[in-house]
């Protein structure tokens, strides 16, 4: 694997764990609250949202890049 692809899926699994950490706590502490079962169903939602979001960050981030570059008017 060359080092962009390396770094790409690299830099997915480590953002996509930043990013759910930080929106999985707050949604299940917004609809649960903070009770007895709070670390348990943050941590279910946390699985299921890094399985389905860094794929999602993976095949996505090429195009967001894109997309800014072409807002901002720089060349691609």
Same mark, same amino acid.
């Given at each position: ?12 699994? !480590?953002? *996509?764990?930043?990013? =759910? /950490?930080? @929106?999985?706590? %707050? ?23 890094? !399985?389905? *979001?860094?794929?999602? =960050? /993976?095949? @996505?981030?090429? %195009? ?13």
């Amino acid at each position: 694997m060359n080092p962009q692809k390396k770094f790409h899926l690299v830099f997915s699994l !480590v953002m *996509g764990a930043m990013m =759910i /950490f930080v @929106m999985t706590f %707050v949604i299940t502490l917004v609809n649960v609250g903070y009770t007895e079962t709070f670390v348990r169903t943050w941590m279910k939602a946390f699985a299921i949202a890094y !399985v389905v *979001g860094v794929p999602v =960050i /993976f095949f @996505m981030a090429p %195009v967001a890049r894109k997309l800014t570059g072409s807002l901002l008017g720089m060349p691609q």
